[in-house]
């Protein structure tokens, strides 16, 4: 039979007319073809295709036919069409890819514009050739398996030969940069191989999900790495001048449910593949840690953990990583199902949204120790997850860590992480501006080169691939970070939630290697509490104003600009706190890497305490954000005495909240008298 691809004309309402039987092609054997007939292990993660369904049910729809079962031979017309588009505004990515509300991307042409804008950006950077392989991977929010649908279509009427999209349709965001780094083009495996060139991760991470809440998508690039600045700015540049897209019709769906290794021909020189969704992770995992030792750590009286997986993609790693390989019981998890709503629950692992968490790790909502707590009765760690697996929470029985505090302290015991150990140790961390200077101090006491970033992933991108793709200074093994509860290293191009996780494991069983079995084992609280006896303390904190008007935020951020940062500080209104504003800055980058410039990164005013130490406090406008917009305030003070170590964070930092809100004047600007969220 004789393929060809058809471009018509479609009415300026976008209605497709009727293409010629002699250029339409009949796709033969759509079929779904096992190249064997095991599955992974069972995670809870098909059944969230059930929810979603019965979510599309309500609106009219269905995302997986059965007309699409394994095994069933479809002959459909199918068609390559072009279709006559007009560009869409507001398709500008943050520093995380395009967010706005899933009512927003389900309407007309919204998936398709800025999708075929991503396709055509691709192929421009790749000599003008479409990709030969990209995997689509979404976290199982409200809407995903629909856009994966749509997004398939896409790629395959533009000419990519290869999709691969995980069983479920959901794999955890360090999980698809997995897959990007690690595939071969001669493994084996029984999903196939090959090597992709790009991933498009459907996620707006932490942000709800649901009806009247947040999608997006982010796209990672060859190395597994977001898309950098030229690249998210090209994109956005495409996006203003769209005048078409191309995708297939009147093609059956794929069943998003089938056999790892299923495959269906799209066109001709298309084919989607199932693939497994933890092999290339777990394979990355296993390169960094010691499964065998943690399972035996694990195994030991006294030890006991839980892991928060708040209904996101991260679950069903979790339970495969955790209770699968380490062995813990099943019972040590609690919200590894993925819901496309994420159970009604904000998938933000923090101590306002990780409430059942805080409360079982004998904390309470700032942190501090919940004196009511019966001790022996906590478990000895406690993890969670966000949305798409890549942040994470670590606390102790009783005890809080800051994600700050959390990378200080996988800085100073690299020793006890394989991973590190078998390359000599680090050679390079960075954090994010923002992010408390915890990990400077260490990092310089180590001698380990340090880097200060604008907030975004995709400046530790660069630094971990400076080697690979610039043919630099290799900063390999490297850590990184952000004080939103996220860290990672260079085994991914992700921040990785459970890769935290582990890395705490790790250090637990290191630091009770000595105690005999009965002993009391030393514990998350002793860590920290010794490492700040030995480098001191940075009492750190955030206060997130969600949903401000983006004019009073905008406002607030320009009365900064102009009063302090562009103005003469010694102008100041003065207060009886004694606490003294000495400095204003706004935070550009130069990337050490690349040599590109970024500016515009926050506003930094500088303080002197009474005691004469120092203090800061970020302002910062969210850009990943879908409605209104978040000013986020960041609070930190060094103190060395170890007698006032013990303070909470809070507490220890109202008196510079208390100044910071003043000058600014934050309550008059916006009408908020307190922040929505303290972190």
């Not at 599309?56 to 031979?73: F, H, I, N, V, Y």
């Not at 997986?309 to 979790?318: K, L």
């Not at 200080?408 to 992010?435: H, T, Y």
């Not at 990990?439 to 400046?459: E, M, N, Q, S």
Request: aromatic share 8%; net charge negative; proline share 6%.
């Amino acid at each position: 039979m004789k393929f060809a691809a058809a471009t018509i004309a479609i009415a300026a309402a976008f209605t497709a007319t009727a293409i010629p039987p002699s250029e339409a092609f009949a796709r033969p054997s759509f079929v779904g073809r096992p190249s064997s007939g095991r599955s992974p292990p069972s995670s809870g993660v098909a059944n969230a295709n059930s929810h979603y369904d019965a979510f599309l049910r309500s609106r009219g729809g269905s995302s997986t036919p059965a007309s699409a079962s394994l095994g069933m031979s479809v002959e459909t017309a199918s068609e390559i069409v072009t279709v006559p588009t007009v560009p869409i505004e507001g398709m500008r990515p943050g520093t995380s890819g395009l967010r706005k509300k899933v009512e927003v991307w389900m309407g007309e042409h919204y998936v398709e514009n800025f999708v075929q804008s991503l396709i055509d950006t691709a192929a421009t950077a790749n000599g003008g050739e479409a990709l030969d392989t990209v995997v689509v991977a979404g976290d199982g929010r409200y809407y995903n398996n629909k856009a994966i649908q749509t997004i398939a279509r896409l790629l395959a009427a533009n000419g990519v030969k290869n999709i691969w999209i995980p069983q479920s349709g959901i794999m955890s965001t360090p999980a698809v940069s997995a897959v990007i780094r690690r595939r071969t083009a001669d493994g084996a495996g029984e999903d196939g191989e090959g090597i992709a060139q790009g991933g498009m991760v459907l996620t707006a991470s932490h942000n709800p999900g649901g009806p009247g809440e947040d999608f997006g998508i982010k796209y990672n690039e060859g190395l597994g790495q977001p898309a950098g600045e030229e690249f998210t700015e090209a994109l956005y540049q495409r996006t203003l001048e769209l005048s078409s897209y191309k995708t297939i019709e009147n093609s059956a769906d794929i069943n998003l449910d089938a056999p790892v290794g299923t495959e269906y021909q799209l066109t001709p020189a298309s084919t989607v593949t199932i693939i497994d969704p933890y092999r290339n992770y777990l394979d990355a995992l296993k390169s960094c840690f010691d499964f065998d030792g943690l399972k035996e750590f694990c195994a030991r009286g006294g030890f006991s953990m839980v892991f928060d997986g708040m209904h996101g993609a991260g679950g069903p790693f979790a339970q495969r990583v955790l209770v699968d390989e380490i062995g813990l019981p099943h019972s040590s998890l609690m919200r590894c199902d993925p819901l496309p709503d994420f159970g009604g629950c904000h998938p933000d692992p923090n101590l306002t949204y990780a409430s059942e968490l805080v409360k079982r790790m004998g904390l309470s909502s700032d942190g501090g120790a919940d004196p009511s707590a019966d001790a022996s009765t906590l478990p000895a760690l406690g993890a969670a997850n966000d949305g798409d697996g890549d942040r994470n929470l670590v606390a102790g029985a009783g005890f809080f860590v800051t994600p700050s505090d959390s990378m200080a302290l996988i800085c100073d015991n690299w020793e006890s992480i394989p991973q590190f150990v078998s390359k000599g140790g680090l050679n390079g961390v960075a954090r994010s501006m923002p992010s408390s200077a915890a990990l400077d101090v260490v990092a310089k006491a180590r001698g380990i080169p340090c880097f200060v970033t604008p907030t975004g992933w995709k400046f530790f991108g660069n630094l971990m691939s400076s080697k690979e793709s610039f043919d630099g200074k290799d900063y390999g093994p490297f850590l990184c970070g952000e004080e939103s509860f996220g860290t990672g290293s260079d085994h991914v191009r992700e921040k990785d939630g459970l890769w935290a996780v582990l890395a705490w494991m790790s250090i637990l069983s290191k630091a009770n290697e000595g105690v005999a079995d009965g002993e009391m084992l030393v514990g998350v609280k002793d860590i920290v509490t010794s490492h700040w006896t030995k480098y001191g303390r940075h009492f750190y904190c955030r206060y997130d104003y969600e949903g401000v008007d983006s004019d009073d935020a905008n406002r607030v951020m320009n009365t900064i600009r102009e009063k302090f940062v562009d103005g003469d500080i010694l102008l100041a209104e003065g207060s009886d706190s004694g606490i003294k504003l000495v400095d204003a800055v706004e935070f550009s980058y130069t990337d050490p890497v690349d040599g590109s410039k970024t500016s515009n990164q926050g506003l930094i005013l500088g303080f002197e305490l009474p005691s004469g130490d120092p203090a800061r406090v970020v302002f910062r406008l969210s850009g990943t954000g879908s409605a209104g917009a978040t000013i986020r305030m960041y609070l930190e003070q060094y103190e060395k005495d170890p007698t006032k170590h013990a303070t909470s964070a809070p507490i220890a930092l109202k008196g510079l909240a208390e100044e910071a809100l003043r000058l600014v004047r934050m309550e008059e600007m916006t009408g908020r008298d307190a922040p929505t969220v303290i972190t």
